[in-house]
């Protein structure tokens, strides 16, 4: 990555819906029908926090930094808490890391 290149922004996968239901925000992958869902995912109240922001325009530095104000911990810890999450998101196929020029 070049000095002006910005970094990856992540959203959710395509097929992935994020709701909140009885007090708990649910990741929902969906197919082409309920017989094909495997799982849906939970997530507690940071990962909901960072959920309500993958919304294609927000890199993970950027996350981080809402998590760290939100919950008034250093930068690095966020940083280390969200890129966690965002990665174990990305294994799970529930979100992904783009090109913002895309």
Do not use: K, Q
């Amino acid at each position: 990555m070049n000095g002006l290149s910005r970094p990856p922004v992540w959203r959710l996968a395509p097929a992935i819906v994020s709701r909140r239901i009885a007090g708990e925000h649910l990741l929902v992958p969906v197919r082409h029908g309920t017989a094909e869902m495997d799982f849906i995912y939970t997530v507690n109240a940071t990962g909901s926090l960072v959920c309500d922001l993958l919304d294609g325009a927000r890199s993970a530095e950027e996350l981080a930094a809402s998590v760290g104000a939100a919950y008034g911990i250093s930068a690095e810890r966020a940083r280390e808490d969200v890129n966690d999450f965002l990665e174990a998101l990305r294994a799970a196929g529930l979100a992904l890391a783009e090109d913002p020029a895309s």
